[in-house]
Nanobody, 121 residues
Framework: QAQLVESGGGLVQPGGSLRLSCKAP???????????MAWYRQAPGQERELVAS???????HYADSVQGRFTISRDNSRKTVYLQMSNLKPEETAVYYC????????????WGQGTQVTVAS
């Protein structure tokens, strides 16, 4: 079973917004909290790319393509990471995944099923 479970995807029109959630139901808090958490996405036929990351102290980092439009956040008490996406573009249609990152910024856990985001009119 995957350590992380993504939800919140769906169909949205260009320019619209969505909020994704990533929960860690099988992870104890003392394991979840120190993790550097991240959202990735993978569009059809493309490599998976890192979109945003958030440290345990809530410091964030974003890919240039989403800077100013996406906001990553975390609620350690709920073992949950969020990705608020606004002004979505059709080319951002992808399966969105979350994961923790190692100290070398590599994915730490097996991938979950992700959540599909489709941006279309």
């Amino acid at each position: 079973q995957a350590q992380l479970v993504e939800s919140g995807g769906g169909l949205v029109q260009p320019g619209g917004s969505l909020r994704l959630s990533c929960k860690a139901p099988r992870m104890i808090t003392s394991v979840f909290n120190p993790n550097l958490m991240a959202w990735y996405r993978q569009a059809p036929g493309q490599e998976r790319e890192l979109v945003a990351s958030v440290m345990t102290n809530s410091d964030t980092h974003y890919a240039d393509s989403v800077q100013g439009r996406f906001t990553i956040s975390r609620d350690n008490s709920r073992k949950t990471v969020y990705l608020q996406m606004s002004n979505l573009k059709p080319e951002e249609t992808a399966v969105y995944y979350c994961n923790a990152l190692t100290s070398t910024r590599k994915p730490k856990y097996n991938w979950g099923q992700g959540t599909q985001v489709t941006v279309a009119s």
